[in-house]
């Protein structure tokens, strides 16, 4: 049998029809890069929201955080003599806020206790010296009936003080019961502030060190923005409350010597009263002073006036309050009135730090500003 012959390689290769096509050849592509812009912007919005997150779950004790960082501030001067003199952070900064937390108690329980204990002793005293028949009584009649050609008559005003001693009696007992029921609110916050003055005494530098990191702003600004926090935050403090103190103490001597009745409840009401915007203590000792006058006590109530504006006014503003404060904040008086008026208005009492807070640290940000935009001004120029 022959062998087959051998396929003819000059012979035509099959056509395209018979032969299977042959599959293209599948690239593999790495995926797109994100955009850096588009990554950026991502973060900074979720930065953005987990920040207002954490403002909104902390808000409702934020206050004492607040608070506490002020103090902290206001401390570590005593914080950094202690870690001179050897003693270890966690040591100083304990010792700095047992210091503070006794000197907040003894303060807030001595004024609440004056204001309500001897306010109501001294509410009860005005309506018995109010009654018909009293010499106090007799004397307001004797003053209004020189006021009748106003309008005003002789038997309404005698009538309006005695209801509003009253009504001041009745509320200073329900403020006394407010506070005893929220003694449970008054203690969160305490230890807020306490613990708040620790960390921040401990970890102002890393945490200054993070803002850095974290701020989308040059590292010297963000320096200077927390500088100015630390330096206002500081002369808000003490400049409001502890010079408070001392304008109360010192009110409290003139009271004395001018023999003025329940000394220590006007006292204490003249250091809550320093915390009003301009007028301050002028709302205590000026109707002290018309008060001994009108009593009859002509001399008296001139050496408490002369006390109150040289003594009160002048040496808390141009000695204490200098002392205390050191260095303040270079904010023109103008944007001061505005801010502690606008912070009351905005947020209430608390707006007396705020206010002032807010502003400076605006205005800091501003030169801030100003600074970096002249700073490129001019190199702008030299490079032409």
């Given amino acids: 049998m022959a062998d087959p012959l051998p396929p003819d390689s000059s012979a035509p290769p099959p056509s395209s029809e018979m032969r299977a096509p042959t ?3 599948t690239a593999v592509l790495p995926a797109a890069p994100p955009e850096p812009a588009r ?11 987990a920040v207002a997150a954490m403002v909104w779950i902390i808000h409702p004790v934020g206050i004492g955080i607040l608070l506490g960082t002020l103090n ?16 270890r952070p966690a040591v100083a900064a304990a010792l700095a806020v047992g210091l503070s937390s006794i000197v907040i108690v003894a303060v807030l329980a001595g004024i ?12 009860g005293a005005l309506i018995a010296a109010l009654s018909p028949g009293a010499p106090a009584r007799e004397l307001v009649v004797e003053w209004t009936r020189r006021l009748e050609p106003l309008g005003l008559r002789a038997d309404d005003l005698p ?12 509320r200073a007992a329900g403020i006394a019961a407010f506070v005893a029921s929220a003694s449970f609110s008054a203690l969160l916050g305490f230890f807020f502030v306490s613990m708040t003055t620790y960390f921040v005494l401990r970890h102002w530098t890393s945490l200054a060190r993070r803002a850095e990191d974290v701020l989308p702003l040059h590292p010297r600004h963000t320096r200077a923005l927390l500088d100015e926090f630390r330096v206002v935050g500081r002369t808000t403090l003490l400049g409001t409350v502890l010079t408070g103190i001392a304008q109360g103490f010192l009110a409290t001597i003139g009271y004395l010597i001018t023999g003025m009745p329940e000394a220590a409840f006007f006292g204490a009401a003249t250091a809550v009263a320093s915390l009003v915007p301009a ?21 008296m109530g001139i050496v408490e006036l002369a006390w ?10 141009y000695v204490i309050r200098p002392r205390l404060v050191g260095r303040g ?31 400076a640290l605006a205005i800091s940000t501003l030169r801030i500003y100003v600074a970096e935009t002249k700073g490129r001004r001019t190199e702008g120029e030299a490079r032409r």
Avoid: C, K, N
């Fill in 72 to 87: 902290a501030f206001t401390m570590q001067p005593f914080y950094e003599r202690m870690r001179a003199r050897g003693r």
């Fill in 279 to 299: 007028v301050g203590t002028l709302l205590v000792w000026v109707p002290v002073g018309a008060y001994l006058i009108l009593t009859h006590h002509i001399a």
């Fill in 23 to 25: 599959p293209p050849p």
């Fill in 308 to 317: 109150g504006a040289l003594v009160v006014g002048g040496i808390s503003d």
């Fill in 159 to 170: 009538a309006r003080l005695r209801d509003a001693a009253a009504e001041l009696a009745a």
């Fill in 112 to 123: 609440s206790s004056l204001l309500v204990g001897r306010g109501v002793v001294l509410a």
């Fill in 39 to 49: 990554e950026r912007r991502a973060l900074a919005v979720l930065a953005t929201a």
């Fill in 329 to 359: 904040s270079s904010m023109p008086a103008l944007f001061t009135f505005g801010a502690l008026f606008g912070g009351v208005e905005t947020f209430g009492l608390m707006g007396l730090l705020l206010g002032p807070l807010v502003m």
